[in-house]
Nanobody, 114 residues
Framework: VQLQASGGGLVQAGGSLRLSCAAS????????MGWYRQRPGKQREWVAA???????GYADSVKGRFAISSDNAKSTVYLQMNSLKPEDTAVYYC?????????WGQGTLVTVSS
């Protein structure tokens, strides 16, 4: 599967952005999709995930501010990011976990200015 992430950019603290991840196949057939991020000087960390059954999960650092959703018709997963903080500055990666392994999008940069 190929994943194309988009939607990053520069935003002021307190603002919002929505990231998109378009998959090359039906996301209904992908059991587990989500977002990771890599902040400057840090290791990649999990942010949020959703399953084909509709379950969602979030890292404590983004819970209540970020929301993951999916549109099966568009084969796209979204990450709505609200109340952004400077510490949310990172490259965000779309991720899909299939039976045959893990797949990653190319990353999209989110910069939050204070």
């Amino acid at each position: 599967v190929q994943l194309q992430a988009s939607g990053g950019g520069l935003v002021q603290a307190g603002g919002s952005l929505r990231l998109s991840c378009a998959a090359s196949r039906s996301i209904f057939s992908i059991g587990f999709m989500g977002w990771y991020r890599q902040r400057p000087g840090k290791q990649r960390e999990w942010v949020a995930a959703t399953t084909s059954g509709g379950s969602t999960g979030y890292a404590d650092s983004v819970k209540g501010r970020f929301a993951i959703s999916s549109d099966n018709a568009k084969s796209t997963v979204y990450l709505q990011m609200n109340s952004l903080k400077p510490e949310d500055t990172a490259v965000y990666y779309c991720h899909a976990r299939l039976v045959d392994g893990n797949y990653w999008g190319q990353g999209t940069l989110v910069t939050v200015s204070s």
